[in-house]
Structure formats: structure tokens, C-alpha cells
């Protein structure tokens, strides 16, 4: 177990520099002059070279590179070229909260939801449940995300507000310690809105897996041996089951970090999506290249969780 753990955290050690390297080197092709951004427009060229020697970009590619590996390495994510100099980790701390709460809650909910239904679906194949769960993964499938968040805003919030039932809210959510209330008001529809779209696809992942694993020998010696179903199914089968699925919430997990744009925008959410837009639009790179790394170290992260606890599920990860 000690060896697949150390294999697997430098295998994440190499992803990150991979991805950080990649990135710089994006970011230092990419036709964007920061000296000018930050001088403005009638800035004079004079000026403009002062903050260029400032900030170091006259330096060769290879001390820039060298020099931000260094603060990578001491966990400086560097400052930002507007919003003051504020450093980068301030900004992400600032984003990161309301997206985690969102991914989060919204990550519970359809992996319950696409569990419970994928396994009676699976028992229950061709059923009328059965049926009736294929056509709710064909709809979650089909709704762009967009088009889901705006219904739920105008019929859950717009609507019902018009006729006196302020139910649900937009906005920042704030603290859950602080506002329960509030918090949860502004998180209900994102969370319905991004679990939704996510429950149909582990409806039908956990669904086939479980029909998979029904037909396997051990399942059929297990029920030949007398075993009760309810045990046959929640202890053999299901198990087996799920590795896929946990794999596969790991990936969304780490993914949604920085992919909840659509949904922060349309409930006014001020999270890490909005963060990195936002820095996309004006040119920040110091902002986007630490944002990047961010997304990459979680997706990392989440990607180690699920192995370690795939090779609980399954032992035959922890011997190969």
C-alpha cells in the first residue's frame, strides 16, 4: 500500500510541474504585453519600460521561468497585475469557498441520486421504473446547462417571488456558519441545477456496472450457495460496482472546480469560474496562470483520494 501511495504522489508531482511548465509557456507566447495593461493606454513608452524592468519581464525566458518555479516551489502563486497587487492566493482564497460549497453539495446529491437509481434500475431492468429513469437520463443529457439555470431562476425564483413566495434567492451565498438561512436559499437552485445534469450520467454509468457485475460467475455462486439477494446485491455486487463510479466522481469532482462558469453566472455566484473569466477578460496573467495550477493541484488531489480508496474497493489495484 506505502509503494502505491508513493507512486501515485509522484506521479501527481510530475502532472503538476507538467501542467505548470505547459502553462508558462503559454502564457509568455501569448501576444499580451501586463506593462502596457497596467500603465493604461496613454501611458508613455517610458513609463511602460519601468514597469516592464519592475515586474522582470525583460529578464530571458529562462530566469522568468526559473524565478517562478521558485515561488511556486515556496507556494507563491506570485501577485496580480490589477486588483492592487493583490497576491493570487488572497484572490483564490477569496473565490474558492462558494465553488467548493457548490461542487460539493451538488456532488453529494447526484452521486446519491445517480447510485440509488442506477441500482434499481439495474434490479428492476426493463421495469417501468427502468424505463421511466432512461428517459430522465436522455432529459438530463439533452438540457444544455445554461438553458436548466435559467428555467430554475425564472420559474423557482422570478415567478414565485411575482406572486409573493420569496422561497429562493440569487447571489452570493456568503458563510453557511453565519446565515444558514440565506446560504441555503442562494445554493438550492445551483445545486439542483448542476445535479441534475450530472445525475443522469451516473444513473446510467452505475446501471451498467451493476448488470455487468450481476452476470459475473461469483455473483451466480454466491446466489447458488444460498446468500439472501439483499446481501448477493449490497455486499458483492454493488462493491464492484462502484469502482467506476468513485473513479468517475473524482475526475468530476476535480473538473467542476473550474467548470461551474455557467452556473456561477447565471445564480450570481461569485466563485472560481467567475475568478477565472474575469481575469481571462483583462489580461491578468499572474491571476490565470495560478488558477490553472490551483484547478490542476485539485484535480490531482481528488484523483489520488479516489485511488486510494479504489484499491479499498477493488485489491487487485493495490497488487498491480
Known sequence: MLRFLIRRLLLGVLTLWLVSTSVFILAYWVPNDPARAIAGERATQEMVNNIRR??????P????????????????LGRS???????????????????????????????????????????????LFDRASTVFVLIGLSIPPAVLALTLTYVLFFKLRTNGVALFDVGPPGSPFSDPTLFLSRMVLPWAALAYLTTATYTRLTRSSMLEVLGEDYIRTAR??????????YRHALRAALTPVI????????????????????????????????????????TIIGCTIFVALFIVVANLLVDILYSFLDPRVRVS
Open 247 to 286: 473513479t468517475q466522481f473524482g475526475v468530476d469532482i476535480g473538473y467542476l472546480i473550474g467548470g461551474t462558469l455557467v452556473t456561477e453566472s447565471v445564480f450570481g455566484l461569485n466563485g472560481f469560474g467567475a475568478l477565472i473569466v474575469h481575469s481571462l477578460n483583462i489580461g491578468d496573467t499572474p
Open 81 to 127: 497585475y490589477v486588483n492592487g497587487g493583490t497576491s493570487v492566493w488572497t484572490l483564490v482564497q477569496g473565490a474558492l469557498p462558494t465553488t467548493v460549497w457548490l461542487v460539493f453539495g451538488a456532488g453529494i446529491i447526484w452521486l446519491a441520486f445517480g447510485i440509488i437509481t442506477g441500482v434499481v434500475s439495474a434490479t428492476k431492468a426493463r421495469s
Open 61 to 76: 525566458l529562462i530566469v522568468q521561468y526559473g524565478r517562478y518555479m521558485g515561488h511556486l516551489v515556496k507556494f507563491d
Open 224 to 233: 447458488s450457495k444460498g446468500l439472501p439477494e439483499r446481501r448477493v446485491l
Open 54 to 59: 519592475a515586474l522582470g519581464l525583460d529578464d
